[in-house]
């Protein structure tokens, strides 16, 4: 069985930092491509980066790009988003959700997460 | 970047009925188009892709149609357990953008 287990969200003030790690089991990890995923309270959902298998490609939204880091572990079957310079329009459920194609990015999304969740607020 | 316009933002149907989403891509996208359904408090579940084929396991009563840029999301008889946001995705091109959700409510 596919799971995806986020963890690492949490309060943090305006400008600081937290990583997210999403812990994977039920699939050969390095077989697929890892994206994260946000919604804002009562939003609709927005891409936020994605890695290929082996971190060849990576793309960011505009709204994170040059803050936010994404990468992987498949040694440890992890992936990883590193949050930087917070602001308070970050806040948000923040889900690790696998590729279901393969090795590359551009594929659905066929299992999720439950989500953690980053309040950005002082 | 594509724009996914996703229409209506809401709707209430009755059980039984033929509910009808649509999703515009701002470009030709091919056929690279997902549908994802997302329950109160739930993570989103793939229901179908590459605008099409449904996902293992989904319901027949969900169905979806269309290539380029114009899509159709189409449930042939709501039922209770139907009663959820949906959203259309387009995978063509980074960043695969989300539509802005269709929630669907019973009458």
């Known amino acids: 069985e596919v799971q995806l287990v986020e963890s690492g969200g949490g309060l943090v003030q305006p400008g600081r930092s937290l990583r997210l790690s999403c812990a994977a089991s039920?699939?050969?990890?390095?077989?697929?491509?890892m994206h994260w995923v946000r919604q804002a309270p009562g939003k609709g959902l927005e891409w936020v980066s994605g890695?290929?298998?082996?971190?060849?490609?990576?793309g960011y939204a505009d709204s994170v790009k040059g803050r936010f880091t994404i990468s992987r572990d498949n040694a440890k079957n992890s992936l990883y988003l590193q949050m930087n310079s917070l602001r308070a329009e970050d806040t948000a459920l923040y889900y690790c959700?696998?590729?279901?194609?393969?090795?590359?990015?551009?594929?659905?999304?066929?299992?999720w997460g439950q989500g953690t969740l980053v309040t950005v607020s002082s | 970047d594509i724009q996914m316009t996703q229409s209506p933002s809401s709707l209430s149907a009755s059980v039984g009925d033929r509910v009808t989403i649509t999703c515009q891509a701002s470009?030709?996208?091919?056929?690279?188009l997902n549908w994802y359904q997302q329950k109160p408090g739930k993570a989103p579940k793939l229901l179908i892709y590459?605008?099409?084929n449904l996902e293992t396991g989904v319901p027949s009563r969900f169905s979806g149609s269309g290539s380029g840029t114009d899509f159709t999301f189409t449930i042939s008889s709501l039922q209770p357990e139907d009663i959820a946001t949906y959203y259309c995705?387009?995978?063509?091109?980074?960043?695969?953008?989300f539509g802005g959700g269709t929630k669907v409510e019973i009458k």
């Open positions: 959700a696998k590729a279901g194609g393969g090795w590359e990015l551009l594929y659905p999304l066929d299992y």
């Open positions: 470009q030709d996208i091919s056929n690279y």
């Open positions: 590459d605008a099409s």
């Open positions: 039920g699939f050969t990890f390095d077989d697929y491509a």
């Open positions: 890695i290929s298998w082996n971190s060849g490609s990576i």
């Open positions: 995705q387009q995978y063509d091109n980074l960043p695969p953008a």
